[in-house]
């Protein structure tokens, strides 16, 4: 399972690792913008993370003969998620101190331009910013900028991963039955 997970592991953290790094300059400087980052980031973490799929079919066929059960396939997908995770988290946080320290400003600034253009009021403008400078100060820290970024991308993994399961979990009397 080790070799399985790994490999797999390995090659979604890549590829959402990569995606994030050539397109979160696009979103900076407007190409894609923030709104659509978030799109962005998203379809790249489900595309990524259909290796958690690919993994479980795998494991399934070449380790455990065709059988394996829900609880398996979870554990499989799960380790499979963590590994994709924390390559991302590391991605994000190396990329953050290396290219991107003022994005937690240029967000924020994004985002209160955003609710001034909505007809937010300047009560609830300032509400916003005072909350978002609080976050932004906590999200200098390392450790909360890791688990942050490890929120994010952990629930995609953990929806596909269910979603695999379910649909890959096979018994020896399902097997019997073909």
Known sequence: MKKIVIVNGV???LIVSGIMVISHPMIEDGRIGYDNGQLV???SMVLALSLIFFG???YRDQVLNGII????AVKVGLFITLVASVMY???WDLYYRVAASDFSEKYTAHYLEKMEKEGASQEEISSMRTHMEAFNELYENTFV?????MIDIVPVGLVITLISAAFLKRSRESLAGR
């Open 11 to 13: 090659i979604a953290g």
């Open 69 to 72: 059960s829900f609880g398996q």
């Open 41 to 43: 980031g998203y379809a």
């Open 56 to 58: 479980i079919r795998t």
């Open 89 to 91: 988290a590391i991605t």
């Open 145 to 149: 900028r890791f688990g942050i970024t």
